[in-house]
């Protein structure tokens, strides 16, 4: 009995290897690689703060759609199945550079980065798989101008597939896997504190706070690079700044996301840090807030009364509801399918819905607001004046037409410290 056992095994394993080397094999085992990261990266080594419950949509979902690619691989035709390995492979090396080698080349391998690494493999063995299974299974029956006719349409089919499904899947990946993570050097010009705070979602920010001369007090927002230069100005006025890590980046605790959904809550919990500042007059804080901060300045202004002025600049929009009102005519039918796919795949890797439209949050907005736009600036800011009109309380705008995104104060910066600096002594200084 033993002896038959033993007999069997060998050719059990060789039968085991020989499907493995199969063109579906290998496919499979490279579906099944990304899969294995899909699940280290949300369930195995969450981000700090964060548990796999939180990760339920980016997780599943992910996993049940390549279990069904690789359920269904062989009994695909050729065709079929060198399209389903390119379009996989070209997702599995955007999700491995995303996860993997962007981190590794600023901080260090770390965490899920090592499975990304495997996935981006995978990736490129599915690109060669799928190369493979097309090249052999190309038509040479009919004409020479059929077959150039056939395979022209079937480039541009992939082309459309690519701009209208693959690149708007992997921009909601990256969108939700990459934000700035280390530290800047801090250049405020000034002393400043380290400090945390806790979002009302239980996560740990840090960041940097100079204290406030005047007893008012500005969060120049997101992150601790770019509102630098802000910093300088407003603390060199007497004004307490804080800057932070925003959710998921730096130090701080939390899942990312480029376009800010959920951020709102980390400006809440800023406000509530400087309430408890003994330097800091409670009904004396204000916000600035650049591009993604400045549409999230809008969404806290208009929940949050103890903001009590807020300077947006450069902000856009971040969800397809936004998106489809920045554009008309034939543009918004061509890029509506690609920005609502966009918009669904953050929903799916970030698991949350998407936040409401600016346009119903704004008139919300009763408190003092000031508007910075840059037209010009190669960034889409067009629904600003939109904004302005939709304001509830007292309102300004400024255009600068020659400035860059958010770069009003490298454009003008006399002009723009008189104009921001001045905004907020109006409205947290003056009694009046």
């Known amino acids: 009995m033993t002896e038959a056992v033993q007999a069997v095994a060998p050719k059990s394993a060789s039968d085991v290897w020989a499907r493995l080397a199969t063109e579906a094999g290998l496919a499979r085992s490279a579906l099944a690689v990304v899969a294995l990261h899909v699940a280290d990266d949300n369930f195995l080594q969450p981000e700090p703060g964060t548990s796999p419950t939180?990760?339920?949509a980016g997780g599943l979902l992910p996993i049940a759609l390549l279990a069904a690619a690789a359920y269904a691989?062989?009994?695909?035709?050729?065709?079929?199945?060198?399209?389903?390995?390119?379009?996989?492979?070209?997702?599995?090396?955007t999700i491995g550079v995303a996860s993997g080698l962007y981190s590794t080349l600023a901080v260090g391998p770390s965490g899920d980065d090592f499975s990304g690494f495997l996935a981006s493999a995978a990736g490129f063995a599915l690109l060669a798989i799928g190369a493979f299974t097309l090249s052999r299974s190309r038509r040479r029956e009919g004409s020479l101008l059929r077959r150039i006719v056939r395979r022209a349409l079937l480039a541009a089919a992939a082309l459309?597939?690519?701009?209208?499904?693959?690149?708007?899947?992997?921009?909601?990946?990256?969108?939700?896997h990459v934000l700035r993570p280390t530290v800047p050097t801090p250049d405020l010009g000034t002393g400043y504190e380290n400090i945390s705070f806790e979002t009302s979602d239980g996560l740990r920010l840090e960041g940097w706070y100079i204290p406030s001369r005047n007893g008012a007090a500005v969060i120049a927002f997101p992150g601790r690079s770019g509102p630098q230069k802000h910093a300088r100005m407003l603390a060199a006025n007497g004004y307490g700044v804080l800057l932070f890590d925003r959710r998921g980046e730096g130090r701080s605790e939390g899942d990312s996301n480029i376009f800010g959904w959920g951020?709102?809550?980390?400006?809440?919990?800023?406000?509530?840090?400087?309430?408890?500042?003994?330097?800091v007059e409670a009904r004396r804080i204000g916000g600035i807030g650049f591009s993604v901060g400045g549409e999230l300045m809008l969404e806290a202004a208009a929940s949050n009364p103890d903001l009590a002025a807020v300077v947006s600049e450069g902000?856009?929009?971040?969800?397809?509801?936004?998106?489809?009102?920045?554009?008309?005519?034939?543009?918004?039918?061509?890029?509506?399918?690609?920005?609502?796919?966009?918009?669904?795949?953050?929903?799916v890797f970030a698991s949350t819905l998407p936040p409401k439209k600016l346009t119903d949050l704004v008139p919300e907005i009763t408190q003092p607001?000031?508007?910075i736009w840059a037209p010009n600036g190669g960034n889409i800011e067009t629904?600003?004046?939109e904004y302005?009109?939709?304001?509830g309380g007292p309102k300004q705008i400024w255009s600068i037409p020659d400035a860059q995104h958010v770069q009003g104060i490298t454009a003008h910066p006399r002009e723009y410290e008189r104009r921001v600096v001045g905004f907020f002594d109006r409205e947290l200084l003056d009694p009046n």
């Open 54 to 56: 939180d990760h339920l």
């Open 73 to 93: 691989y062989p009994r695909l035709r050729a065709g079929a199945r060198g399209a389903l390995a390119l379009s996989v492979g070209t997702l599995a090396i």
């Open 160 to 176: 459309l597939v690519a701009y209208g499904l693959l690149a708007p899947i992997g921009l909601g990946y990256v969108s939700t």
């Open 263 to 279: 951020g709102a809550r980390d400006i809440h919990a800023a406000v509530e840090f400087l309430q408890g500042r003994p330097d």
């Open 315 to 347: 902000a856009g929009t971040r969800a397809f509801s936004d998106s489809m009102q920045d554009v008309h005519g034939l543009e918004k039918w061509v890029s509506a399918p690609g920005q609502a796919v966009l918009t669904a795949s953050v929903a």
């Open 369 to 371: 607001l000031f508007l």
């Open 383 to 385: 629904m600003n004046p």
């Open 388 to 391: 302005l009109r939709l304001a």
